[in-house]
């Protein structure tokens, strides 16, 4: 079988990722190993640079679905549709993910990375990457990443407590290179931050993208979460309550700020602590403002 | 030696471990005193309800409560182990004691694992300083594990319990929280795909919850 190691560090050549090996280069001062890098920045690369078409299983304590889903790597927004699904929304528009490039160094001081040689997923090697949260304010992450294109093909979700949330796994799939044209060779996303004191080690606040009058993204690269603002429903005193589907959770806190009944929903891939944290802090800026 | 020497003898040994365990319970007791009290306790009947009474009279004077003072379970214990020790003396009965244990301390460490998740009491009060449960260092295990298959709930509060009077609506937020994950969830999945990288193989929003 192929070294993954020495198959990510060929395929950054391949590729003509000479930023990747730059990137490589800078990054070896926080004391990770180059294959490490090098497969973090092939994971944030993928999807741009690699077209696709696949069934994959998704799984959690909700249940089991199959889902296929297409890719063109043009830009434009791929395809995904629930296979087991009668409903009108089982077929969606999926978006390439687009968030500002996360080095391995700023991973690394959230989370412990692991890489290691992985298992085959829909017939094709991988490399093992874990992300292990250095807190209790984060999940953990296993992710079988393709040697080949850097594509996600197994993604496991861990609970602090060390139990399996949520689970997807490629069936198959099919893997090509995209060519590379303007809109896929775009630069790299950056997002104007909100200066929020008390949000939990790492987490980093902007508004919403496409949602920025009603909404906060909270993120720290990996882990996300989203901060809606709303009135307290009439009658409702002051509390908070929360529910977890998958790797999801959604937390409703009710408060009274300057006289104001406010509702913050907090939902995320987060633990309860950091959407405790989340709610506490920017409930001090309900309107989501710079403080 | 003589009957009368024989009793003279006792005496003398229960008076010393009295006297050390009186300086046992002022705090004086050095590592002799220590060794004489715990072998003098374990053997003799009448020093063990001394110190009893001696534990008891302690404590009203210090006017601290006194829960299980009046209680000698060490009798029950004693009969208890004799009586486990015939039980265990038949291995079908062992093996089946062995996984009720088992089964005990899942279950006590499952129980104990959602525990952690409940909130603390400090987050009822707006601006205080929260300690919150599991915000310290965790090890996660990363071992090969499975999906917790009995889970079979859509959604699973993950506040539920807890002082009533503390959180007298909690039940109600739960609901509020559910209602929200359902028309939130396509949101979040559009804004964390905008604004992130993802680690998923896709964001997806399960059509049951899409409004």
Redesign the interface.
């Known amino acids: 079988m192929v070294n993954p190691i020495k198959a990510f560090a060929i395929g950054a050549v391949i590729w003509g990722c000479c930023p990747l090996a730059a990137w490589a280069q800078l990054e070896k001062e926080c004391g990770l190993e180059t294959d490490l890098i090098l497969v973090v920045e092939a994971?944030?690369q993928s999807h741009k640079r690699f077209a696709f078409a696949g069934t994959?299983l998704?799984?959690?304590?909700?249940g089991r679905?199959f889902?296929s889903?297409t890719h063109s790597a043009s830009g434009e927004p791929g395809r995904?549709e629930?296979l087991n699904?009668l409903?009108?929304?089982?077929v969606?528009a999926?978006?390439?993910?687009?968030?500002?490039?996360?080095s391995a160094c700023e991973l690394n001081s959230m989370y412990a990375l692991y890489f290691q040689q992985g298992p085959m997923v829909a017939g094709r090697p991988t490399g093992l990457l874990?992300?292990?949260?250095?807190?209790?304010?984060r999940l953990?992450?296993?992710?079988a990443v393709d040697t080949e294109s850097g594509l996600?093909?197994?993604?496991e979700?861990?609970?602090?407590?060390?139990?399996?949330l949520e689970?997807?796994?490629?069936a198959a799939i099919n893997v090509m290179p995209a060519e590379v044209t303007s809109a896929t060779d775009q630069q790299d996303?950056t997002?104007e931050y909100l200066d929020i004191t008390g949000l939990p080690i790492g987490y980093r606040a902007?508004r919403?993208?496409?949602?920025e009058e009603r909404?906060l993204?909270m993120?720290d690269?990996?882990a996300?979460?989203?901060v809606?603002f709303e009135p307290l429903?009439e009658g409702?005193?002051?509390?908070?309550?929360?529910?977890?589907?998958g790797a999801?959770?959604?937390?409703?806190?009710?408060?009274?700020v300057a006289g104001n009944q406010v509702?913050i929903?907090v939902?995320?891939e987060i633990?309860?602590?950091a959407a405790?944290?989340i709610a506490?802090a920017v409930?001090v800026a309900p309107n989501g403002g710079s403080q | 030696m003589s009957e009368r020497d024989d009793v003279k003898k006792g005496d003398e040994q229960a008076t010393v471990a009295r006297e050390s365990l009186s300086a046992l319970m002022d705090d004086e007791a050095n590592d002799l005193d220590l060794a004489r009290s715990l072998r003098g306790v374990g053997e003799s009947d009448v020093l063990r309800r001394y110190w009893e009474r001696q534990q008891f009279y302690r404590s009203s004077m210090l006017g601290s409560s006194l829960p299980h003072g009046s209680i000698d379970v060490s009798a029950s214990v004693r009969e208890a182990i004799v009586s486990e020790k015939r039980a265990y003396a038949n291995p079908l009965v062992s093996m089946a004691v062995a996984a009720s244990v088992t089964v005990a301390v899942v279950l006590g460490g499952q129980q104990a694992?959602l525990l952690?998740?409940q909130?603390g009491n400090a987050?009822?009060a707006?601006g205080a300083v929260?300690q919150?449960?599991?915000?310290?260092?965790?090890?996660?295990?990363?071992a090969e594990?499975?999906?917790?298959?009995a889970?079979?709930?859509?959604?699973?509060?993950?506040?539920e319990g807890g002082p009533p009077e503390v959180?007298?609506?909690?039940?109600?937020?739960?609901?509020?929280?559910?209602e929200?994950?359902e028309s939130?969830?396509r949101?979040?999945n559009?804004?964390?795909?905008?604004?992130?990288?993802?680690?998923?193989?896709?964001?997806?929003?399960?059509?049951?919850?899409?409004p």
């Open positions: 994971l944030q994959y998704k799984e959690s304590a909700a679905e889902i889903v995904l629930y699904s409903s009108e929304s089982a969606q999926v978006w390439t993910p687009s968030g500002p490039r996360v874990e992300l292990r949260p250095r807190d209790g304010l953990g992450y296993r992710l996600v093909l197994r993604s979700v861990i609970s602090d407590n060390g139990s399996l689970r997807h796994e490629y996303v997002l902007s919403a993208r496409r949602f909404a993204f993120s690269g990996i996300s979460a989203t809606v429903p409702l005193t002051p509390g908070e309550g929360a529910v977890r589907q999801t959770i959604s937390y409703s806190r009710g408060s009274v509702l929903t939902i995320g633990p309860l602590p405790r944290l506490e409930r | 694992l952690e998740s909130p987050i009822t707006p929260i919150m449960p599991g915000s310290g260092a965790v090890q996660a295990s990363f594990s499975s999906l917790p298959q889970r079979l709930l859509q959604t699973t509060p993950v506040t959180y007298p609506n909690r039940t109600a937020y739960n609901r509020l929280a559910n929200r994950f939130l969830s949101l979040h559009s804004t964390a795909t905008a604004a992130s990288i993802t680690p998923f193989v896709s964001r997806s929003t399960d059509p049951r919850t899409t």
